[in-house]
């Protein structure tokens, strides 16, 4: 059974900074694409940015120059750098990997608040 272990969400003023990190209960051999999804209540789980083993990035657009994603394959984690946040980006964000033969797992979630 594969673990998704979040950290890093809390409560931020506008134009804060916080950095969330993941670490997965699974060889990197194994790891295809990481990367960070949110949901605002209401609305479906959406895309916020993905990071391939080779490095290749893609973003939402609305986080382009705010948000950074990065990968550690030697420890199977993934953190995703949050800066000039506004309060569109408060969600429950959610870590995301993709193995090499079709496997998709979720983390639990971490609450990431955006209020002055």
């Known amino acids: 059974q594969v673990q998704l272990v979040e950290s890093g969400g809390g409560l931020v003023q506008p134009g804060g900074s916080l950095r969330l990190s993941c670490a997965a209960s699974?060889?990197?051999?194994?790891?295809?694409?990481m990367g960070w999804y949110r949901r605002t209540p209401g609305k479906s789980r959406e895309l916020v940015a993905t990071i391939a083993r080779d490095g290749i990035t893609n973003y939402r657009n609305s986080v382009k120059g705010r948000f950074t994603i990065s990968r550690d394959n030697a420890k199977n984690t993934v953190s995703l750098q949050m800066d000039s946040l506004k309060s569109e980006d408060t969600a429950v964000y959610y870590c995301n990997i993709r193995d090499v033969v079709g496997g998709t797992y979720w983390g639990q979630g971490t609450q990431v608040t955006v209020s002055s």
């Open positions: 699974r060889s990197s051999f194994s790891i295809n694409v």
